[in-house]
């Protein structure tokens, strides 16, 4: 069974910095695609970034362009998401994915979400 554990959210102010974290397991991590996506209050989800499976290639979303990174540890399981530069507007609850198979399209794995909040 998989699962996707974020954490790493909380407070933060315009302006500073935060880094999420995923951890996974139930799957070969190591052959994966991992993507990152957040849903603000009152709005559809919305793709951050994402990462291929041996961290060589990113692809990021346009809010994130510049001031996000995505990176990831396969001797940890782990993906990383790192937040610079924040605004408010990037406030929301902040979900890692997977596909169901190394190649598949789309996503079908989700974490909890963890909570991000910046205050202006």
């Known amino acids: 069974q998989v699962h996707l554990v974020e954490s790493g959210g909380g407070l933060a102010q315009a302006g500073g910095s935060l880094r999420l974290s995923c951890v996974a397991s139930?799957?070969?991590?190591?052959?994966?695609?991992m993507g990152w996506f957040r849903q603000a209050p009152g709005k559809e989800r919305e793709f951050v970034g994402s990462?291929?499976?041996?961290?060589?290639?990113?692809y990021y979303g346009d809010s994130a362009k510049g001031r996000f990174t995505i990176s990831r540890d396969n001797a940890k399981n782990t993906v990383y998401l790192q937040m610079n530069n924040l605004k408010p507007e990037d406030t929301a609850i902040y979900y890692c994915a997977a596909p169901r198979t190394p190649g598949a399209l789309g996503y079908d794995y989700w974490g909890q979400g963890t909570q991000v909040t910046v205050s202006s």
């Open positions: 139930g799957l070969s991590f190591r052959t994966y695609l």
């Open positions: 990462i291929n499976y041996n961290g060589g290639s990113t």
